[in-house]
Structure formats: C-alpha cells, structure tokens
C-alpha cells in the first residue's frame, strides 16, 4: 500500500474528495464499517480513501455516490483525484482561474467547487473544518507572496476572496462569520500589496479600503492597524511624512500592544519622524519598537 500522507483540501483533489466523502457518509448516519458493507469494501478501505491515504479506487467511489445519493459529486472529483496518483502532482496547485467579467459568474477552479460542494453537503453551514482550511490557504498565499511576482499570485488570491464572499452568504455561528470576515479582510489586504507592487495603486487602495471595513465589522485590531501601517507605508514612498507620522500614529491606537501591526507602525513613526528632522524622538520610536518586538512570540517575530 502507498505510504500515508497528508494533504490539504484546498490543494489536493484527493483530499477534496476523501472530505466530501466523510461529510456525506456522516450525513447519511454510516460509519465507516457500514458503509463499507454497503459497497462490497473493507471500512479500513473506505477510511483510507477518506484520509487521501491512498488512491481512491473508481469502484468505490462509485458506488459510494449511488449508496450516499451524491448525484455523480464523488465521480465528479474522481478523475482529478486520480490523475494526481499517476502524475505524482497532488501538492501542486491548480491553475489559476481565467477572470472573470460582469456576470461571468464563479471561477472555474475545480478545487474552489469541491470546497462549495462540501460546504453544501454541511446543510449551508461552514464547518469547522472548512474554515480552519480557508484560514490555511490564506496564510500560504501571504508566505507566497514573499517570492512570487505579484501578477502571478493575484487571480489566485482574488478567486479565494470571491469563495470567500460567497461563504458569508451562508449560514453561520457568530464566531465563525467573525473568522471569515478576518480571512476575506487578510485576502484584502494582501491583494492591496500585490496591487501596489504590481503598480496599480488604485486597486491597491480599494482593497485596502475592503480590508479595513472587514476589520471593523468583525472588531479585529490588528488587522485594522494592518490596513492603517499600509497607508502610513505608501505616505512614506510618497515623501508625505506629516501624514505617515498621523497614520502611523492613529494605527498604534488600534493595535494591540504586544503585536506585528504595532511593531511596524513604531517603525514607520520613526521614519517619518527621522525624515522630519526629529531625530531624538525618531530613536523612541525606534527603541518602542524594539521592545515591542521582544515581547512577540518567537514565530510572529521571525
């Protein structure tokens, strides 16, 4: 048997479909066990399958979808799932979606649509699950970010924030419409840097201005301060210095004390302020945000 791995939902049509399977098995009330008596397969088999443990056998799959009523979802995801076994691709990402204009409706991202369909399966409801997922794709765009050319990552990062867009017209616990307002507020404001590097200022400032209603409607601090320190930080490139130094200033205000947003903003005061002359209250600002700085956990400092 292949070794076991683990995959991510949002990278792996493997991992969509073993998710998918488990949702609607678990609606159905069938265990592992009874499920597999169903489908003339070992539980273990059909866990496995589940797990994106190994690769998942067209039998199964459709069998499952006839005995689960799955209308052809599981078959649907099958020959992607299985073209990454043969490949030997299945931590690759999907291409990025073709945009889209005025009425084109969703992307056509495969991996986007297995992520609604399992959604659905959750009776219109964001599973722990998904969410804990969305929240992972997120951070993986903003570490790509860091070596990626902007034109590259922005059609990927704009299709999550449609998925994004759309979740919030479900069902959701008071916590997790929170959660996803922070994740399409992150997706924001990393589209308005890739925006900003990629020279289209205007767009980088809309999608700064998203970001901050985000966080305002979802009562988040840090990543309001966030929208607020990329304005201070464009000021500064734009040599308005008086108006960074008010930014960078109104941003600490809302930071919360021992964080990124917070250390940034310090800095970004110290440069105004080093840029205005004021170099002895330049060299504070810089010692708060050395202290600041300590105060982080060894990740968030790194």
């Known amino acids: 048997m292949p070794e076991a791995r683990t995959l991510d939902p949002a990278m792996s049509y493997t991992a969509c479909l073993g998710t998918l399977l488990r949702r609607l098995r678990t609606l159905q009330g069938l265990t592992q066990a009874a499920l597999g008596r169903h489908t003339g ?3 273990s ?9 190994v690769r998942p056998s067209r039998t199964l799959v459709e069998r499952c979808d006839h005995t689960l009523q799955a209308g052809g ?7 992607l799932a299985d073209r990454e076994w043969g490949t030997g691709t299945a931590h690759d990402p999907p291409p990025p979606p073709p945009p889209g204009g005025p009425g084109a409706g969703p992307p056509a991202d495969p991996v986007l649509e297995a992520m609604e369909l399992a959604r659905q399966a959750e009776a219109s409801e964001l599973g722990e699950e998904a969410m804990a997922g ?3 794709t997120v ?3 903003e570490r ?5 050319p902007p034109r590259e990552l922005i059609p990927a990062v704009r299709a999550r924030r449609r998925y994004a867009g759309r979740l919030l017209k479900g069902r959701l616990p008071l916590g997790r419409h929170r959660r996803l307002l922070v994740a399409a507020g992150r997706l924001s404001l990393l589209l308005a840097r890739l925006h900003d590097d990629a020279g289209d200022r205007e767009a980088a400032e809309a999608d700064r201005d998203t ?12 990543l309001a301060a966030l929208a607020v320190e990329l ?3 464009w000021a500064l490139v734009d040599g308005r210095f008086d108006a960074a130094l008010t930014l960078a200033r109104s941003g600490q205000d809302l930071a919360p004390p021992a964080s990124t947003a917070a250390v940034q903003l310090a800095l970004d005061e110290a440069r105004a302020l080093a840029s205005l002359g004021h170099h002895a209250e330049a060299a504070g600002a810089r010692q708060l945000a050395a202290l600041t700085s300590a105060m982080l956990p060894r990740a968030a400092a790194s």
């Open 41 to 43: 397969f070992d539980g």
């Open 45 to 53: 088999y059909v866990g496995a399958t589940e797990r994106a443990a």
């Open 73 to 79: 979802a599981l078959l649907t995801l099958w020959p």
């Open 134 to 136: 969305l929240e992972r």
């Open 139 to 141: 951070g993986r765009l």
């Open 144 to 148: 790509a970010a860091l070596a990626t």
């Open 211 to 222: 970001a901050f209603r985000l966080a305002c409607q979802a009562d988040d601090g840090e």
């Open 231 to 233: 304005l201070a930080a």
